[in-house]
């Protein structure tokens, strides 16, 4: 927290998953027993086991599925290109810690991906929250011009936000008259500003989004969120994402790839 100027600096982005997918495993047992197969996975991991029903549905190659077991089946699907298949596999995602900057690339990531982001239009931003970029922050003139500049914007708002209220004396209702200020008083905010949103996207999208926005070529700051995202991934279906590496940048990130781009 910095105490002069009341505002908490955020270099890093987080992650949390809110939810994943179950099996219904009955179901599952129904479907095989009517076509008069049977079959198991070695996975527990309920994405990587609907991928791969998904997939033997194309086929119906229950009966008599190859060595190699879900992993191998999952890696010869990234193989050919058969990324409609993990389509099947959903996550329900929370990142914090991000700025508006990095949202306003995000959100362009439509087919597969679903947003529900903080308003500002409801939300109190009198508690200054902004993200800084390394390249500033690693700068102590930068960081102190970029700081100026950052509260003097931050109260700015206040101000706006408190006569705003003051303005609207014909609105009865206090939330509206609080919506109606904070709208027009968010404009003087920076796109350095934090926000969460939630996200909710299918493996597919969300392989897409690591190899385009875990790119050298990507924004430093979305390129972070990437990485800390893949760990994430990783940790929740690896046989899905154990496929990307990481090489090494000179700003101190990491580009992700893989040799299975755009599945």
Avoid at 4 to 18: G, H, K, N, S, T
Avoid at 74 to 87: A, C, D, M, Y
Avoid at 211 to 237: M, T, Y
């Amino acid at each position: 927290m910095d105490a002069a100027l009341e505002m908490r600096i955020i270099r890093d982005p987080a992650v949390y998953v809110m939810g994943r997918q179950i099996v219904n495993d009955t179901e599952l047992e129904r479907f095989l027993a009517d076509h008069g197969v049977s079959w198991q996975t070695d996975t527990e991991v309920a994405s990587e086991r609907l991928c791969e029903t998904a997939g033997r549905v194309c086929y119906m190659s229950f009966a008599k599925p190859r060595p190699g077991g879900n992993a191998t089946y999952l890696g010869h699907i990234k193989e050919v290109g058969h990324g409609s298949v993990l389509e099947h596999a959903v996550w329900n995602l929370l990142f914090t810690g991000v700025s508006r900057t990095l949202t306003h690339e995000l959100i362009r990531h439509r087919a597969g991906m679903g947003y529900s982001q903080l308003s500002q239009r409801y939300v109190d931003e009198s508690v200054a929250e902004y993200v800084e970029p390394d390249v500033i922050a690693g700068d102590p003139e930068l960081h102190q011009i970029w700081r100026e500049c950052v509260a003097q914007s931050h109260q700015a708002y206040m101000v706006l936000a408190e006569k705003l209220q003051a303005k609207y004396t014909n609105e009865a209702d206090k939330t509206a008259r609080r919506k109606l200020a904070r709208q027009a008083a968010r404009s003087v905010l920076p796109n350095a500003t934090e926000t969460k949103i939630f996200v909710t996207a299918n493996a597919r999208a969300l392989r897409h989004f690591l190899e385009q926005r875990g790119s050298r070529h990507a924004e430093p700051e979305i390129r972070k969120l990437a990485n800390v995202l893949l760990d994430v991934l990783v940790k929740e279906s690896p046989n899905l994402f154990c496929d990307y590496r990481r090489d090494p940048l000179s700003d101190g990130t990491f580009e992700i790839v893989t040799d299975f781009r755009k599945v």
